[in-house]
């Protein structure tokens, strides 16, 4: 046996059959002949100097030094390819991948696209929205905009305008519901997603905020923001909507936030990329452009006032 590594082709060969525990599905995988298949495993076994799967009659498996194996194998491709992507994306600058929530996508950034395109018409953006925390060091992503209390280990993390959330609803329902306490009667739309914020920003915590007497009740319940606005949109009720997805349509007119009391939270959107990654022109362009967008619209509406919500009883 020797310390010397064996051919690449080998051990990704090695790979797939370990993964499949099928050399006809590994050599389909790899797109050779299942005859080349096992001949790199063949000549693996011979640098090896021992069998590294037992043949059976219509399958194959692991001996005790292919299972020791196939984990570090499987590790050192996903390695190989994580610093491959992150190689190729370096020097790929007009191209920039971006992944934010489904919400955040829907109601803040894809409105905006088109000034970001304007200001930088040689970056291509391309979005990926989901909640699905992915890996900038593994995942074909070069930046991340992520909402919560940062746990950003490892990556250069630049925290955004802080968050707030207030009563939004269509200007004819505000006309039924003029006063704060006019909501204990008023169809209240609930949003499930942000119901991890500590201390709690719902629905009960607003009406501590707001000096209403009685209990909130919920006609309707969202596990997304973005579903939660729409509804609102509808005139389906009253939603708890947050500043960065809201301020759009208080702009627009298209809801109203009447009662100038909002909670405020200690969460906040945070942009993210690998560390020393973050002055790469392309990143450095996007983080500049969306924290300036970030600050325009933190004080709308300019009448507002914030309460913490760890400052309730």
Known sequence: ?????????ALRAFDAAARHMSFQRAAAELNVTPAALSFQIKSLEEHFGAPLFNRLNRAVELTEAGRILAPGAAEGFEALTAAWRAARRSVDTNVLTVTAGPAFTAKWLAPRMFAFSQAHPDIELRVTAGLRMMDLNRDEVDVAIRFGYGDDEGLYSQPLEPEWLTPVMLPEMARRFSTPQDLVNAPLIH????????PPCDWAAWFRAAGVDGAPRVSASFSQSDHALDAALS????????RTFVVKYLSDGRLVAPFKIALGTAAKFRFLCRLGQEDRPDIAAFRDWISAEMVKTASCPTDMKVVPAGGLA
């Open 1 to 9: 046996m020797t310390d010397r590594l064996p051919p690449l082709t």
């Open 191 to 198: 949003n499930s997603s942000d119901d991890f914020l500590d």
């Open 235 to 242: 005139g389906a009720g009253v939603a708890l909507g947050r």
